[in-house]
């Protein structure tokens, strides 16, 4: 049971590259999320996706676009990065339909920016 | 205002203490609240949904003030294995993180 998978695991980028960040999840949730988190900073919201074909930002959504590919796949696209965008970003999906089910995390996906 | 806000911590607490977590939300109207467990370098995962009439789950105690916007976690008889950052979660149309609070439990 695979559950949420990001890719890729690591990255390291120099300024002003471009790259995105894959997201599947297998659980058939209409909900998903992309998130960073920064040291003493929390988890943060990007952009979230409450269905197919739905998408909308979060409390920091510059530097970064998304697509909703499909019900299943949910990608973050850093356009040109900054070094303001190393962090830790984390997938997640639940379902809307069922507000007390807890969202589902991927591993994580280590970036840095340099 | 934050949507939500944690006890910026971190708590150093000896083995088998009790220990409180406290959060406060901003959104009257937010759904469904959960407290979340993260271990070093690794993902979020679901300690506990918190419901109105309180609920318990062995040695976590969750409660919920709906009039006060305010969530409680309480550990108890404390574990070195409880070291961890615990994270109060919201949801209302999307799911927001406070910054968490970091714990250590000591030997």
């Known amino acids: 049971n695979a559950g949420v998978t990001q890719t890729p695991k690591f990255q390291v980028l120099k300024t002003g590259q471009s790259m995105t960040l894959q997201c599947a999840q297998d659980?058939?949730?209409?909900?998903m999320y992309w998130y960073r988190q920064d040291p003493g900073m929390g988890l943060r919201l990007i952009y979230y996706s409450a269905s197919e074909g739905t998408t909308d930002k979060g409390e920091v959504p510059n530097g970064y676009n998304v697509s909703r590919l499909n019900k299943r796949e949910f990608s973050l696209r850093l356009e040109s990065a900054a070094p303001s965008q190393t962090s830790v970003y984390f997938c997640?999906?639940?379902?809307?339909?069922?507000?007390?089910?807890?969202?589902?995390f991927g591993q994580g996906t280590r970036l840095t920016v340099v | 205002r934050k949507e939500v806000e944690q006890d910026p911590g971190p708590f150093n607490v000896p083995e088998g203490a009790t220990v409180a977590f406290n959060c406060t939300y901003s959104?009257?109207?937010?759904?469904?609240f959960f407290w979340y467990r993260q271990d070093c370098r690794k993902e979020p995962k679901l300690l506990m949904s918190?419901?109105?009439s309180g609920n318990e789950d062995g040695r976590f105690t969750a409660q919920l003030n709906r009039a006060s916007q305010y969530i409680s976690l309480l550990i108890r008889d404390s574990k070195l294995s409880d070291s961890a950052t615990y994270l109060c979660?919201?949801?209302?149309?999307?799911?927001?993180f406070g910054k968490g609070t970091r714990l250590h439990i000591l030997p």
């Open positions: 979660v919201v949801r209302d149309d999307k799911i927001i």
């Open positions: 659980m058939n949730h209409n909900s």
């Open positions: 918190v419901y109105s």
């Open positions: 959104n009257s109207a937010s759904q469904s």
């Open positions: 997640a999906s639940s379902e809307t339909a069922a507000p007390q089910t807890e969202a589902f």
